[in-house]
């Protein structure tokens, strides 16, 4: 089951979106096979200290996230958060399976360029075995992320 404070905050906010169930799938090419969807649409979050402070950077799961180009876009200090600086910030979600709605974790949002090209996107819900899947405007509209160039080819 998805994260009950994504679902509700959709079902709130009147989004459509579909529950993809898939077997148990821990990598980002992983879940993207099983659940038969492009790695570009896959929406995959990476959680950063920037500055100190949490945030996401969400981008296809094709791709890595380039710290030298997040850099130049938002300046400061940027580095791959360590899983026990934001483990308690997803008590509901297996850790890795974080859903990109920083809003209802109090962090800022980077999305990479080339997500925002999708007109879907589908991400992990909170577990390893489910996505949730919208229309990329819907996501944008209501998580309100910064857009910027970050994403490198893996």
Known sequence: MPVPALTNFLDQHKVKYAVIPHS???SAQQIAARAHISGKELAK???LK???GLAMAVLPASQKVDLDELRQA???KIEIAQEEEFR???PECDLGAMPPFGNLYDMDV???DSLAEDEEIAFNA???TEL???AYNDYERLVRPRVLHFGARV
């Open 88 to 90: 308690s910030r997803f």
């Open 24 to 26: 148990p799938a821990f």
């Open 50 to 52: 920037v500055d100190g």
């Open 126 to 128: 909170g577990s390893f």
């Open 132 to 134: 949730v899947q919208l």
């Open 45 to 47: 979050t990476v959680i």
């Open 74 to 76: 938002i300046g400061g």
């Open 110 to 112: 980077y999305v990479a």
